[in-house]
């Protein structure tokens, strides 16, 4: 039962395994900003180079899947956000409900992202494969591209990462293991899944409306 | 007994319905030629949906001191790494 | 009579070691694994060295000579300097100077060794293969187009092992925020501890630009596109901002800890509080923030825009301050103190004046006027190495010694401790001196072979590099002695203060028989007590 919660050894009480571990992901947090702040930065100083090659290239992204992908994105927040709150309520049946439309809607934004580079693909923008824009600004262009597949493949892998996680806590909530007294992993797991969020709320203008007028 | 400020329904849906007007916001402003302020509207509309997340969803706003500090220094070690190389590739 | 129950016998199986979650346990994992990794990259600049005795250098080819200082740079940098004090004897103190049971995380604290095992595995792989010929730096764009030796797999190892870092990083970060005992405020903590946790700090805010960085370098190279390329409009230099963004904190990763280690040593051996603690503990925190600042010096003949050089140069003499100042409160601390010369000391002491020169010839690098003639010559190196080796690694073997008695049990014999530190001290400094007097001459770095007028200072610094191999090879032999034929030790064979001396040697599994309550700062020593015996 969740009520005979076993604290680990090193921990004095259970509000000192809470707050280390609410700290513990935060600093986890942190490091995934920096991780994905490289290719941020890249991007950024490569834009400031070439302006207009990446005007041209974000015209060519897919801004409609784009836009309904981070509509997804933000609601599927919003149901993990949900779905915490339930468990410290103690709501076992909405948090597994949450945390399963939490799912869902992350395997749409998956299944939405690979429709789009299919579609990437058979317009010739996938670098190295068969990339083909003529014009003055190519190299850039390519570039570009090449920074898109790269931060929202980086992306999609944080993303199934994040679908898997709430898998496992799904499982754990049927099992019974969360409790108003012990939610930790569910915390955890939401904090996780927001992250890759905010990543895509960046993500989403700097590479669909770099120029979209 | 531990207990933690529990937000209403509400507040997360509300949150939620100012997420998607934003986004509204940021995906019109785009077809509207404004120069370079597009891209300043739509980093700070992102900015602003960010800041959204992190206080209500991810409970920064109830939660400790540190752990405010620690979501800020990504962010501000991510703006060192970008200004500072700038110094270098803007002033080429 | 029973044996008292320590953490080193609380089972004798391989697999109560390979699964432990003490972090004392985990400590003595790093530290066989950091000491091993320590020797390869020895050997490397063992063969370095000899190939240097002659000016036409061919006791190796060049591509064999470009593959050494590779292998000698990845390992020392990442499998050696970066682990060492931390995950050895942070690992083991961090808890007990605290007043705590564990670390916050300790089957995450095991993981991080698993990792840091794995990276190695992919790094000694690398080698065996052939190993990767483009220097530690992998610069852009030899290491993703035109190198025809290991990049990737060199590459993996160093990525994976980053996250060792991270773990760790994160860990001591919790641990030091949230376990502390009772009357254990911030401003009662040892300095190891402020040490420990900016380490930790640089750790987790610069290892994932790192770790994204060399993604990009495997990419580019797969797939022959990337953001590096310059004919496609890409900036090799970009590559370099942000290679140097993790590596220049990644210097401080390596010298904060030392600093931490010479703290706990001076005071202790001087019977004396430090001179200004707060002074120190803010000084810690500002290397460890400033250090992210001045990275652009390391590119400031590479094409870098003038004005940065100048943002760059201004920042980089500002990192010196809080780094002088440690030096000027560490010589306060011993004026006037009941100094003892024990081997701790010895080794403390010696990373002051050489991390002192090491730092001063810092800023003649810092000095773009000079830099345009120092850089890439063996100057950069002797700079380096007095700070990494003559600071660093004297201090990293001070700190073995300090606490070989709390982590084994075991005394060692102090004759052989002191004969081995003098024997490292002159042999460092005969090897990397005449580095200093190469680099102003003009003899490049990364060369095998160099002007015949320099032969004679690479013969002295290849002697001196013979006498600094006794010298490291000396402590492998009297501290294993010691294990078996050592002296028993008691709690506290130093008299020190801190929390790590109030419980027996070896400490039991649980650190300490009931938790610690604090009332009084880190160095409450007294020189007149002392003097008194």
């Not at chain 1, 103690?90 to 799912?103: D, E, F, K, Q």
């Not at chain 2, 209500?56 to 400790?64: A, E, I, K, N, T």
């Not at chain 2, 991510?78 to 200004?83: E, H, N, P, V």
């Not at chain 3, 953001?227 to 890409?234: C, E, K, S, T, W």
Request: hydrophobic share 55%; proline share 5%.
């Amino acid at each position: 039962m969740a009520d005979s919660i076993v604290l680990k050894p090193q921990f004095d009480d259970a509000e000192q395994e809470r707050v280390a571990s609410d700290l513990g992901i935060w600093v986890f947090l942190a490091t995934e900003i920096l991780f994905f702040g490289a290719l941020f930065a890249a991007y950024t100083i490569t834009r400031i180079r070439y302006p207009e090659a990446f005007a041209v290239a974000s015209r060519l992204t897919n801004i409609t899947l784009g836009s309904i992908n981070t509509g997804v994105l933000l609601t599927s927040s919003l149901t993990m956000a949900l779905g915490v709150r339930s468990a410290k309520l103690g709501a076992r049946t909405a948090l597994i409900g949450w945390m399963c439309v939490t799912v869902v809607l992350g395997i749409a934004f998956l299944a939405i992202k690979s429709t789009e580079y299919y579609l990437d693909y058979t317009g010739h923008l996938v670098p190295a494969l068969d990339f083909a824009h003529a014009g003055v600004h190519s190299g850039p262009i390519e570039i570009f591209f090449y920074m898109y597949f790269f931060m929202t493949g980086v992306h999609s892998i944080h993303m199934l990462v994040a679908i898997c996680l709430v898998c496992v806590l799904i499982a754990m909530a049927w099992r019974r293991s969360f409790s108003p007294e012990y939610f930790t992993p569910v915390e955890l797991g939401g904090l996780y899944w927001h992250l890759v969020d905010i990543v895509w709320i960046f993500l989403y203008p700097l590479l669909y409306l770099v120029s979209r007028s | 007994m531990i207990r933690h400020p529990v937000a209403a329904t509400r507040t997360y849906v509300l949150v939620w319905v100012v997420l998607m007007i934003l986004l509204t916001l940021t995906l019109g402003s785009a077809y509207i030629p404004l120069g370079s302020l597009n891209t300043v509207i739509n980093l700070g509309i992102a900015v602003a949906k960010a800041l959204l997340v992190m206080l209500f969803f991810m409970h920064l706003r109830s939660g400790h001191p540190v752990l405010r500090i620690f979501a800020s220094a990504g962010f501000f070690w991510l703006a060192l790494l970008i200004g500072l190389s700038l110094t270098d590739f803007l002033t080429r | 009579m029973p044996v008292r129950a320590t953490y080193l016998n609380a089972g004798f199986s391989l697999w109560s070691w390979l699964s432990t979650h003490d972090h004392k346990r985990i400590a003595i994992l790093y530290t066989i694994s950091v000491t091993l990794f320590f020797f390869i990259g020895g050997a490397a600049a063992t063969i370095i060295r000899l190939t240097l005795i002659s000016p036409s250098g061919d006791l190796v080819s060049a591509e064999t000579y470009n593959k050494l200082f590779t292998i000698h740079g990845v390992v020392m940098v990442w499998f050696f300097l970066i682990p060492s004090i931390p995950a050895t004897l942070g690992n083991f103190l961090v808890p007990l100077m605290i007043g705590a049971r564990d670390m916050a995380f300790p089957r995450l604290n095991l993981t991080s060794w698993y990792i840091y095992v794995l990276g190695g595995l992919f790094t000694i792989g690398a080698m065996i293969a052939g190993g990767a010929d483009t220097g530690w730096t992998f610069y852009t764009p030899f290491s993703t187009m035109f190198s025809n030796s290991r990049v990737i797999a060199a590459v993996a190892g160093v990525f994976v092992v980053g996250f060792s870092s991270i773990l760790t990083g994160l860990n001591f970060i919790v641990t030091i925020h949230k376990m502390r005992a009772p009357g254990m405020t911030w401003f009662r903590l040892p300095l190891f501890i402020w040490t420990m946790y900016a380490t930790s700090i640089i750790l987790v805010l610069a290892t994932p630009v790192l770790a994204m960085t060399l993604a990009l370098i495997v990419f580019e190279r797969l797939l022959g596109v990337g953001v590096f390329d310059p004919a496609l409009g890409g900036d090799p230099l970009l590559f370099q901002h942000l290679f140097w963004f993790y590596s220049h904190p990644a210097v401080y990763v390596m010298v904060l800890p030392a600093m931490g280690v010479a703290s706990e040593i001076i005071t202790c051996f001087s019977r004396k509080n430090i001179f200004g603690y707060r002074t120190m503990a803010f000084c810690i925190l500002a290397i460890a923030v400033i250090g992210f600042l001045v990275w652009g010096h390391h590119m400031f003949v590479s094409g870098q825009s003038v004005y940065a050089g100048m943002v760059f140069s201004a920042l980089s003499f500002l990192v010196s301050v809080p780094s002088a100042i440690k030096v000027f409160n560490w010589t306060a601390t011993l004026y006037k103190g009941s100094i003892a010369f024990d081997a701790p000391m010895l080794y403390a002491l010696g990373f002051v004046g050489l991390f002192m020169i090491g730092g001063m010839t810092g800023l003649f690098l810092a000095s773009l006027a000079l830099d345009v003639h120092l850089h890439d010559t063996y100057f950069v190196i002797a700079h380096f190495h007095y700070i990494m080796v003559g600071g660093s690694v004297m201090a990293f073997l001070g700190g073995i010694h300090y606490w070989w008695p709390k982590i084994t049990g075991r005394i060692y014999p102090d004759r052989w401790a002191r004969f081995a530190a003098l024997t490292i001290f002159v042999g460092f400094n005969l090897t990397f001196f005449p580095q200093f007097i190469l680099g102003y001459l003009g003899m490049p770095r990364r060369y095998h072979q160099y002007p015949p007028e320099f032969q004679v200072w690479n013969i002295l610094s290849s002697a001196g590099a013979s006498i600094l191999a006794v010298g490291y090879l000396l402590p492998l032999g009297y501290l294993a002695w010691s294990l078996r034929y050592g002296a028993r030790a008691g709690p506290n064979p130093w008299r020190a203060k801190g929390l790590e001396w109030q419980t027996p040697s070896p400490p039991p599994t649980d650190n300490f028989a009931a938790t610690p309550v604090v009332t009084e700062g880190p160095y409450a020593y007294s020189a007149t007590a002392a003097a008194h015996g």
